[in-house]
């Protein structure tokens, strides 16, 4: 009986700590809560949302207002209901920015813009929504007010650092662009990963990123590298790509380039084709002599 | 082998052989006519049923993403180990020289031949696309069971098909004597079939050398007939299916099918032929024994196959065992295992079970149990797969074959009972010439 009381208690025990482990609540700071978006919502951006928000995260939320969202636990929710509506800008940016759980991290599948732009659709289904103040929003823009930005890159075999050049126009001037997020890329198999968080341009629009060398690049250990500037939204798509031979060599052995059981229909492994081709063979041939004696038969007089 | 008769005596026993076999390959009476209608209505039902899958595809079936095998491929497996008893009686049997198969093994011969084709066929019925089925052959991989399962089904459907033919050929031109008024389609395919057959006794050394080499061709493409069928299941990594004895699991299991197939269609011919005096309560005691034997080698697989996997209970298995032993699938399971293969061992023990009558109920209820016995190996499997089912349409946690499926594989079980009861019609079912053979008549009374 007290064993009984013990493990009744211990699975309670066991259970309360399972569940907070698994069903965490969101925890927005603050100081996140506030935030709000740096462009006013408009058509242009909801129609953007949209396109994303159909692309990244209908899969799991399913269609706005319909309660089509994916069975999980906990579950994803619908965006137009009541549990969306009641938060704050801030709120849902932070909570799709970094992901919890079943939620993926967009921060860096999305440009801060996309994510803006998304909640932009998603308040089209909130019909009590009062977009946020605008002015207070205009402070979020960026520092260089410049255009015609550019990027030049410097690279730094030894240390293998990139150091990023940025030059806009500014009163007819070309100078250097200081204040502009620029983010380090590097290609991977299925698109450019971002290499640490994107680094902002100091006085001389510099900015610059210590690559990994033990990355797996091609044959010689050359991989690619991508600098481009984060507000994209702001100066349009700025993007300098470079090879740089800072990886390991990695040689890929792709496994469908042998004769093998898995291989294509060209690589049957010689074993197998020489007993099918061999068996059969022997099969057939051993058929076609019979009929060609049960044709014989006639002359057998 | 009888003492040979007097002339006299052979002759008349000769021409009585003839007119009771031949009999009723002329006879086409209400009976038959009935019998034929009904093959016809089912198979209509089936190409109403298969014009409505071709036109909108495999989805009119029960079919879906998980449980993409379903009845068509049961009923497959069911064909295919019924169509091994053709090896089974004429090689096996007939290689190491049993004398009781003289009546028996032309009937399972054409067994076999009805079974093996109609299972090339089921491949063909469950494809969406059967214009497509070129492809195996131009693109298949030769990694592939599928490639190698066309090979064998096609192998030894030809293979049966001579080894039905090749000793049937001086029947053929017996009765192409004695039926000189019969049917032009008759008379085409006995003309053609006959092979200019004068009986001469070089012509009797070459089908038996002929014979003699098909009949051990076809044990080892039997064999491989079934294996590559139970490798369809037994070379993915699935729970039920990933087994090291599935290859002589259903070559065993097939036995079994095969025999009581052949019983049934035994005591049918036997009644409706009237050839009491042919297949006699001799031959059906005999067969019974075969049937004992094969059942109990079967379960013996049947223990292995399930009882040390459920001793083990290896995680996922305990859930495809326990769906079967006593979940959702336990009446399918014991009434396969039952009627499939228990029931025959114990009932057949006992000399009153061991007569055509019972008997041909028995083998009925061990055919139903065989054909269970395929779907259960079929589909829990795949509603039991590694990762959980889920964010799918509900539809899709279960697997019910739907009308047209139904009736397609009812059809192509017409249509192998068709096949069978076309060539009852074109051939007599019971070898003339050996058992004229047997009862003493000389070769020249046979040959004249």
């Not at chain 2, 109920?361 to 039991?384: D, E, M, N, S």
Request: hydrophobic share 45%; aromatic share 12%.
């Amino acid at each position: 009986m007290k064993n009984f009381k013990r493990y009744i208690s211990l699975s309670i025990a066991l259970s309360v700590v399972f569940s907070t482990l698994v069903a965490q609540d969101w925890e927005v700071p603050l100081t996140e809560k506030s935030v709000v978006s740096p462009i006013a919502f408009g058509p242009s951006t909801q129609q953007h949302g949209k396109d994303l928000f159909n692309t990244n995260c209908k899969s799991c939320h399913g269609t706005p207002g319909t309660e089509s969202f994916l069975p999980l636990n906990p579950p994803p929710g619908d965006p137009a209901s009541e549990k969306f509506s009641k938060q704050t800008d801030g709120e849902l940016f932070y909570k799709i920015t970094n992901g919890k759980g079943g939620m993926p991290q967009f921060k860096n599948m999305l440009s801060e813009q996309d994510r803006w732009d998304v909640i932009s659709y998603i308040r089209t289904f909130h019909k009590d929504y009062k977009p946020a103040n605008i002015e207070v929003a205009s402070e979020a823009v960026q520092s260089f007010s410049g255009t015609d930005l550019s990027i030049t890159l410097q690279t730094n075999a030894d240390s293998a650092e990139v150091i990023a050049q940025v030059k806009g126009m500014k009163d007819g001037q070309l100078i250097n662009a200081s204040g502009v997020r620029v983010s380090f890329l590097v290609k991977r198999n299925f698109g450019f990963l971002p290499i640490g968080d994107p680094a902002t341009t100091n006085e001389q629009g510099l900015a610059q990123m210590k690559y990994p060398t033990d990355l797996p690049g091609d044959s010689i250990g050359q991989y690619q590298i991508r600098v481009k500037l984060v507000d994209d939204d702001v100066y349009g798509q700025v993007t300098v790509d470079q090879t740089v031979q800072w990886g390991q060599a990695f040689i890929y052995d792709n496994p469908l380039n042998y004769r093998a059981l898995w291989g294509n229909r060209a690589n049957v492994p010689l074993w197998l084709l020489f007993s099918y081709f061999g068996i059969v063979g022997g099969v057939w041939i051993t058929i076609l002599w019979v009929v060609l004696q049960m044709l014989k038969l006639k002359k057998l007089k | 082998m009888a003492q040979t008769l007097p002339k006299e005596e052979a002759k008349a026993r000769f021409s009585k052989i003839v007119s009771d076999l031949t009999k009723p390959l002329s006879q086409f009476g209400q009976s038959f006519q009935v019998w034929g209608f009904v093959l016809f209505t089912i198979i209509t039902l089936f190409g109403y049923a298969y014009f409505l899958q071709l036109r909108d595809g495999l989805g009119v079936t029960g079919m879906h993403d998980y449980a993409a095998w379903g009845m068509y491929i049961a009923n497959f497996v069911f064909f295919v180990a019924a169509a091994l008893v053709g090896m089974l009686i004429t090689a096996v049997l007939g290689l190491i020289g049993i004398k009781w198969i003289t009546p028996v093994s032309r009937i399972a011969e054409m067994v076999a031949v009805a079974f093996a084709m109609m299972a090339g066929l089921v491949i063909v019925f469950d494809m969406g696309r059967p214009d497509r089925l070129l492809n195996v052959f131009l693109y298949g991989r030769l990694q592939s069971p599928i490639v190698w399962d066309l090979t064998v089904v096609m192998t030894y459907t030809v293979i049966s098909l001579l080894l039905l033919i090749l000793p049937m050929i001086p029947d053929i031109a017996i009765i192409k004597k004695n039926l000189p008024n019969a049917p032009k389609w008759q008379r085409i395919t006995w003309n053609l079939l006959s092979f200019g057959w004068t009986g001469t006794p070089e012509q009797y050394k070459s089908i038996h050398r002929l014979v003699r080499v098909l009949a051990v061709l076809i044990v080892p493409v039997a064999l491989a007939i079934h294996t590559v069928t139970s490798w369809l299941f037994a070379s993915t990594l699935r729970h039920g299916w990933d087994s090291t004895i599935f290859g002589p699991y259903f070559v065993t299991g097939a036995f079994v099918s095969g025999v009581a197939a052949v019983i049934i269609a035994m005591y049918i011919f036997r009644v409706n032929y009237k050839l009491e005096n042919y297949i006699t309560d001799f031959h059906f005691d005999k067969i019974a024994k075969l049937l004992v034997l094969t059942s109990l080698v079967y379960f013996y697989f049947n223990i292995n196959e399930f009882l040390v996997p459920a001793y083990k209970m290896k995680q996922g298995d305990d859930h495809h065992i326990l769906s079967l032993f006593v979940g959702e699938w336990a009446g399918w399971f014991w009434f396969a295992q039952v009627f499939g293969n228990i029931l025959p061992i114990i009932l057949l023990l006992f000399k009153k079970m061991r007569k055509p009558t019972p008997m041909f109920y028995l083998a009925i209820l061990t055919v139903l149990g065989a054909w269970a016995k395929r779907y259960i190996i079929v589909v829990p499997t795949q509603l039991h797969p590694h990762l959980p089912v889920q964010n799918v349409p509900e539809a899709f946690h279960v697997y019910y074959p739907t009308g047209p499926e139904i009736a397609i594989t009812i059809g192509t079980i017409g249509m192998a009972i068709t096949i069978i009861t076309i060539l009852a019609k074109l051939f007599p079912v019971v070898s003339i010439w050996e058992t004229a053979k047997e009862d003493g008549v000389d070769m020249d009374t046979i040959n004249e």
